[in-house]
């Protein structure tokens, strides 16, 4: 299994700013992924977190809007950049080692006001 | 890519009945399945998955049945119980992709 923290628990940001988010495994694990929950729906990838390399997203997706970082394989970091209310929606972290169980993390509920 | 959707947003029982939660999926190369319960504030947790090479699955109090020939497939909770009111999301893979597609999910409300 795997234990995932992230950080913040929750912001409520203004309009324009950025929000960076973390993500803390407490193993090495082999694949990284942020998602977006907007309340009441169902998770949407926004892009896989590649160990030292650039971030691969989806569509709808970009990297202007959310860089990632992911400097080792226990952490990670989601930017959500220049952003408006329709960004307001829980941010998760999600782990997983080849077709095996996924976990999250527990998510960032960001409120942009 | 594919669909993946629930049949019912919402599901209400009565504390100690069996409940099953549907979900049809579009995609026929999909090939493992998975099911997560969310509780309120909390990330999805997994609860148990099948492959396309299986029918049904049991697991503790849990069991998944999937039908292939209608793209369909079923958690059963037996005995249900108020820590088991939560939403409930399946997901699809196919093609060694492991990248799932979420369902809508649907919310268990356990009535004690």
């Known amino acids: 299994s795997a234990v995932i923290s992230q950080k913040p628990s929750r912001d409520i940001c203004q309009r324009g700013t950025s929000l960076t988010i973390q993500c803390q495994v407490d193993?090495?694990?082999?694949?990284m992924f942020w998602y977006r929950q907007q309340p009441g729906q169902s998770l949407t990838l926004i892009a896989t977190?590649?160990?030292?390399?650039?971030?691969?997203?989806e569509s709808g997706f970009v990297i202007d809007k959310f860089p990632i970082s992911r400097p080792n394989l226990t952490f990670s970091t989601l930017t959500v950049s220049n952003m408006s209310p329709e960004d307001s929606s829980i941010y998760l972290c999600s782990v997983r080692q080849a077709r095996g169980e996924q976990y999250f993390g527990p998510g960032t509920r960001l409120t942009v006001t | 890519g594919e669909s993946v959707g629930l049949h019912l947003p919402t599901l209400s029982v009565q504390e100690g009945d069996n409940s099953i939660i549907n979900c049809a999926y579009s995609n026929s190369a999909s090939d493992y399945f998975i099911w997560y319960k969310q509780e309120s504030g909390k990330g999805p947790q997994f609860i148990i998955d099948i492959r396309s090479n299986m029918d049904k699955r049991q697991g503790q109090r849990v069991t998944v049945l999937l039908n292939k020939t209608v793209k369909h497939l079923s958690l059963q909770i037996a005995a249900t119980q108020p820590g088991d009111s939560a939403v409930y999301f399946c997901a699809g893979e196919s093609g060694g992709s492991y990248i799932p597609t979420f369902g809508r999910g649907t919310s268990l409300i356990v009535h004690p």
């Open positions: 977190a590649n160990q030292g390399s650039e971030a691969t997203y």
């Open positions: 193993s090495q694990v082999t694949m």
